[in-house]
């Protein structure tokens, strides 16, 4: 293996070990190309957690191509090492992908990420606060690596039109890879991630009520109670009014809906919002906001929950089965303004307007008058020209306002997809270059998770949101979220 390769490897697990042992258990997910023996990577990642919940898929294959799962346990790895071990237990089958001799998975053949001819793997340092996971308050580290060139393994449009024929049919490699895990964003090499979850929580049924806060921070039985710490913070009518943190050796340890979480009682202002943040090692894991259901200091959002007192609505219009089919557009923009009225912005919708969807489909306006141009998509952010005609409608908003002297007023072209940001990523360097901020399916779920809708801030919401977009144009990275 080439050593650099090895060397960030090294890197990656090292940056993990601290709370290594929480990895009990690893899930592979691929898509290759049967070649020689092997199965060349054309996508594939590898996932490290506590456990999964979901099933691992069957496998699929049509013609060369082959799509699965793997649960890596015990036959699956060297000779006398454990899953008790955690990450490290792991590294060596990462290693194995990357090397010229493969990871060899019984019946199937080896897989192995190849790279170009004469060349080695590509290989970039560890993320070890990945944006997927902070778009959530999640801690997700990743580790990629890139080879040959995919047009050499998955020629189009050749390999679409085999999927659309196959005994279980797919309509692109795209919707094959969202079906395994794999993102439908196209990239031009072949990939092989490694991505370490969250591995400490904050208990998600941790409440508030009448005043009362009943918070938990879940740790894996492999994890240390005495290096873990629940941090909180306490915030009525928009204002921090109390923060602190209780050490894991301080919680009520017990059982919880069977599993073991550490407890706090906190009393807490009523209709307050609490923050919590679960760390371990001296290193922030997960962050969660929990707040009464039925008491709100945010007077828009006592209304969206005399309408829609489950959320279930809210969360049917914005998380559509997709592709969209129906009226599922239209709910979904109807959704969008509604989230943005409860956040504080004032929002106007014509593209459900036969007359006047060509203009805009959401106009909303802060506090302070300044403009969000709103473009609503159930799929992908180029479809339809949507990128470029709003980036139009948003310079042509700008010229109109400078010829009423009111320049001074701003003007902010978002996006927002039902999709998630990994199906969308092949789009968002064009949405940089254009000045579009970029929502997508995890920055609605993160508003409705995190107490957002409590407290109407519009004005500073559109202040980060300008920030952030010229950090990232700045600095060539990927639009970072709104929210």
Partial sequence: MNPH??????????????????????????LAVKLDGYLVVVAARMHLASSFRAPAKDWFEAGDLVAGHLDLVGENL??????????????QTVEKIASPDGFAIPDRGKLVLRPEDNQNITVGMPDLLHADGLSVGDRI???????????????QPQTDWMLKAAEIPFDSVGELCVEYGLGAGYVR?????????????????????????????????????????????????????????????????????GDIVGHFPLDVPRGAVVQC??????????????????????????????????????????????????????????????????????????GMNAKTRDTFDILAVSPKGDFLVVECT?????????????????????????????????????????????????????????????????D??????????RFANADQLFEQALEKLAESQHQDE???SLF
């Fill in 78 to 91: 060297a000779a006398g090492q454990t899953v008790a071990n955690g990450a490290s237990t792991f590294a």
């Fill in 189 to 257: 090499q072949s990939m092989f991630e490694v991505v370490a979850h969250t591995g400490v929580q904050v208990w998600l049924s941790s409440s508030v009520k009448d005043g009362k806060a009943d918070l938990g921070l879940w740790l894996p039985p492999g994890l240390d109670r005495s290096q873990s710490r629940l941090g909180y913070r306490v915030i009525d009518k928009g204002t921090v009014v109390s923060r602190s943190s209780v050490e894991g050796g301080k919680l009520e340890w017990g059982e919880r809906s």
């Fill in 277 to 350: 943040i679960a760390s371990y090692a001296g290193q922030a894991h997960h962050v969660r906001w929990f707040g009464d259901p039925q008491t709100f200091q945010n007077a828009r959002a006592a209304v969206l929950y005399n309408v829609d007192q489950t959320g279930n609505l809210l969360r049917e219009y914005l998380f559509p089965d997709l592709p969209a089919r129906g009226r599922a557009a239209d709910d979904f923009e109807s959704a969008v303004a509604w989230t943005l009225w409860g956040l504080g912005f004032a929002p106007v919708s014509f």
């Fill in 141 to 155: 580290a990743v580790l990629t690596m890139s080879g040959l060139s995919r047009e050499m393994l998955i020629p």
């Fill in 5 to 30: 390769v090895q060397k960030m490897i090294d890197e990656f697990f090292k940056a993990i070990e601290p709370w290594g042992s929480a990895y009990t258990a690893a899930r592979l997910t691929f």
């Fill in 444 to 453: 609605l779920e993160a508003v409705l998770n995190d107490g957002r809708l």
């Fill in 378 to 442: 159930t799929g992908l952010l180029r479809a339809e020209s949507k990128l470029s005609k709003l980036s139009a409608r948003g310079s042509a908003l700008r010229k109109m306002l400078s010829a009423s002297d009111l320049q001074h007023v701003r003007v902010l072209p978002v996006i927002v997809t039902a999709m998630t940001r990994d199906e969308v990523k092949a789009d968002l360097g064009a949405a940089a270059e254009t000045g579009v901020l970029v929502l997508t399916k995890e």
């Fill in 478 to 480: 990927l639009p970072p």
